[in-house]
C-alpha cells in the first residue's frame, strides 16, 4: 500500500525528471529551422495605393521546413517618430542561412 509519503516522494520525483526527458529529444521545428540552400530572388510586388504617414514593409521568403520557402507578402506599417525602417533580409553565416528580421531603428 502507497504511503502519502511514498506518493509525495514519487510525484516530485517524476515531476523533477520530467523536463529532462523532453529536453533531450529535438523537435520537428528544430531539426529543420535552417535552411539548406538560399532564399529565392525576392518577387515584384503590386503595392497598394500608399497611405499617409506609413512605410511600405516589403515583402520577404520564409522558411517552412515543411514547405520549403514561402513568400510573405509586404505591407503598410505605421511610422515611428524619431525611427527608420530598415528591411528584412537572409544572410549566410557560419555555413548557413540566417534571417534577421526588418526593424525600427533609431534614426540619427
Same mark, same amino acid.
Given at each position: 500500500?502507497?504511503?502519502?509519503?511514498?506518493?509525495?516522494?514519487?510525484?516530485?520525483?517524476?515531476?523533477?525528471?520530467?523536463?529532462?526527458?523532453?529536453?533531450?529529444?529535438?523537435?520537428?521545428?528544430?531539426?529543420?529551422?535552417?535552411?539548406?540552400?538560399?532564399?529565392?530572388?525576392?518577387?515584384?510586388?503590386?503595392?497598394?495605393?500608399?497611405?499617409?504617414?506609413?512605410?511600405?514593409?516589403? #515583402?520577404?521568403?520564409?522558411?517552412?521546413? !515543411?514547405?520549403? @520557402? %514561402?513568400?510573405?507578402? /509586404?505591407? $503598410?506599417? *505605421?511610422?515611428?517618430?524619431?525611427?527608420?525602417?530598415? #528591411?528584412?533580409?537572409?544572410?549566410?553565416? !557560419?555555413?548557413? @542561412? %540566417?534571417?534577421?528580421? /526588418?526593424? $525600427?531603428? *533609431?534614426?540619427?
Amino acid at each position: 500500500m502507497l504511503t502519502r509519503r511514498s506518493l509525495l516522494t514519487s510525484l516530485l520525483a517524476a515531476c523533477a525528471l520530467a523536463p529532462l526527458g523532453v529536453a533531450a529529444l529535438p523537435s520537428e521545428a528544430e531539426a529543420q529551422a535552417r535552411p539548406n540552400r538560399a532564399p529565392p530572388p525576392p518577387r515584384r510586388e503590386r503595392r497598394p495605393p500608399p497611405k499617409r504617414g506609413h512605410t511600405w514593409i516589403p #515583402g520577404h521568403w520564409s522558411w517552412d521546413g !515543411r514547405r520549403g @520557402w %514561402v513568400w510573405s507578402e /509586404g505591407f $503598410w506599417d *505605421r511610422n515611428r517618430s524619431g525611427h527608420r525602417f530598415t #528591411g528584412p533580409r537572409w544572410v549566410f553565416r !557560419r555555413g548557413q @542561412w %540566417v534571417y534577421e528580421p /526588418g526593424r $525600427w531603428v *533609431r534614426a540619427w
